[in-house]
């Protein structure tokens, strides 16, 4: 099946700062990405939809200002936490889909600690 | 909106027995897709299986077989000859049939399946 890479794996930074997480699609042309969240031995909770060359759709709740969204080619999403908290620790999964299709590829996941 | 509903928050079965995970949900759609999706303790999730709304007979793969029950809108998941490997957390997830832009997964809370050896 297709490929989903996020970059990095594991990251812990200072509270106050900001993280930049990448995703890239590396075998296909992933027009729509999703980004989510997931707490230990919860589900995935969807933060927002991106669309190549568009703004992102935030769900409910998730603080756009907060968490940046740039989807700016085919094959990479990218998700920003600013001025990141201790509360912003959690696991961040994103995936990605072609154009019509109806399965999504699974990334494999970002560990963010703050300190 | 479309809900998924996964009852029971953890499963334990013994190794090489079968074990079947539960699943509602509740839509207005006709057309629409089924999945169950393992997540190891790696946390990669990975695709077991998928169904779609239209077909009736029910989807397998290997080990894996589904229980698709549309009017009763129940989508259950059985695990044949489980292994140590199958031991994860498993989510049911639906989708529109539409594959617009912003069609998304619509997750249920997951089980959290152990095998015994």
């Known amino acids: 099946g297709a490929v989903v890479s996020q970059h990095p794996s594991w990251v812990i930074c200072k509270s106050g700062t900001s993280v930049k997480i990448e995703c890239r699609s590396l075998?296909?042309?992933?027009?729509?990405m999703f980004w989510y969240r997931q707490f230990p031995k919860q589900s995935l909770m969807l933060m927002a939809t991106?669309?190549?060359?568009?703004?992102?759709?935030?769900e409910q709740g998730v603080e756009k200002d907060k968490f940046l969204i740039n989807h700016a080619s085919l094959t990479l999403s990218t998700l920003t936490v600013t001025s990141a908290h201790p509360e912003d620790s959690s696991f961040y999964i994103c995936?990605?889909?072609?154009?019509?299709?109806?399965?999504?590829?699974f990334g494999p996941g970002t560990r963010l600690t703050v300190t | 909106a479309q809900t998924v509903t996964q009852s029971q928050p953890e499963m334990s079965v013994q190794e090489a027995e079968t074990v079947t995970l539960s699943c509602t949900y509740d839509?207005?759609?006709?057309?629409?897709?089924l999945f169950w999706y393992k997540q190891p303790p790696s946390r990669q999730m990975i695709l077991v299986i998928r169904?779609?709304?239209?077909?009736?007979q029910n989807a397998t793969e290997n080990r894996f077989s589904v229980n698709f029950q549309k009017a009763a809108k129940s989508f259950s998941l059985k695990i044949s000859d489980s292994q140590l490997g199958d031991a994860a957390m498993y989510f049911c997830?639906?989708?529109?049939?539409?594959?617009?832009?912003?069609?998304?997964?619509?997750f249920g809370k997951g089980i959290t399946l152990s095998v015994r050896p």
């Open positions: 839509t207005s759609e006709s057309d629409y897709y």
């Open positions: 997830a639906y989708r529109s049939g539409d594959t617009g832009a912003n069609s998304k997964l619509t």
């Open positions: 075998d296909f042309q992933a027009t729509t």
């Open positions: 169904q779609e709304a239209y077909k009736q």
């Open positions: 991106s669309n190549e060359g568009s703004k992102a759709t935030y």
């Open positions: 995936s990605a889909r072609e154009a019509g299709a109806y399965e999504q590829y």
